[in-house]
């Protein structure tokens, strides 16, 4: 049960987000500028950045809510699955995977980040605003998730839920729904 009262049928960040708009609107800009923006990094590979994080920080909002994004926008479920248990054997780029290895390390410690990590992204074909934006996804989905977390929101325990949420984030990004959430009123919100 959350910490504090938040609109029952928006679970997870989406609650803390309509409790309080005025510290979601910046929060939400920088999100949607990270994950869907202008960059090279494809919206999936920073989907994937935001799960390895969330997987390792253990929110299990964000880490199932981030895993349905990415495999919506991959069409798959498979990459997820294997990057959250072995990141060397995920089918993505070797890039990538240096990415993914240097997101883990902000998650574990800002200082965890080590210059053999960077040294390899780069050999890799990593740029130098790929790293920072790898940098920045991970240390702004260590906030989503010590904020989910830390505030107890509820995180549904029905695939389904997340499935739909994924497509959501795919169709619509991080903004804030025009007409906002009420319309999820009318679902029936899985537990």
Excluded: W
């Amino acid at each position: 049960m959350p910490h504090i009262p938040l609109p029952e049928h928006l679970p997870g960040i989406t609650g803390l987000l309509e409790y309080s708009q005025l510290t979601a609107h910046p929060i939400r800009i920088l999100t949607q500028t990270l994950l869907r923006g202008d960059s090279t990094l494809a919206p999936a590979e920073r989907e994937l950045i935001a799960t390895i994080v969330s997987h390792n920080n253990e929110c299990k909002f964000c880490t199932a809510a981030h895993t349905a994004a990415a495999d919506v926008l991959l069409g798959e479920s498979e990459t997820c699955e294997i990057m959250k248990q072995d990141i060397d054997a995920a089918p993505v780029s070797e890039k990538m995977k240096a990415l993914l290895k240097i997101a883990r390390q902000v998650q574990a410690s800002g200082k965890a980040v080590t210059e053999d990590a960077i040294a390899l992204a780069k050999e890799r074909g990593a740029t130098d605003l790929e790293i920072h934006d790898t940098v920045l996804i991970a240390a702004l989905f260590c906030l989503y998730n010590r904020y989910v977390d830390g505030m107890a929101t509820v995180a549904p325990s029905d695939p389904a839920f997340y499935k739909g949420l994924g497509q959501r984030l795919k169709d619509n990004g991080y903004n804030r729904l025009a007409n906002g959430y009420d319309h999820l009123k009318k679902q029936t919100q899985p537990t």
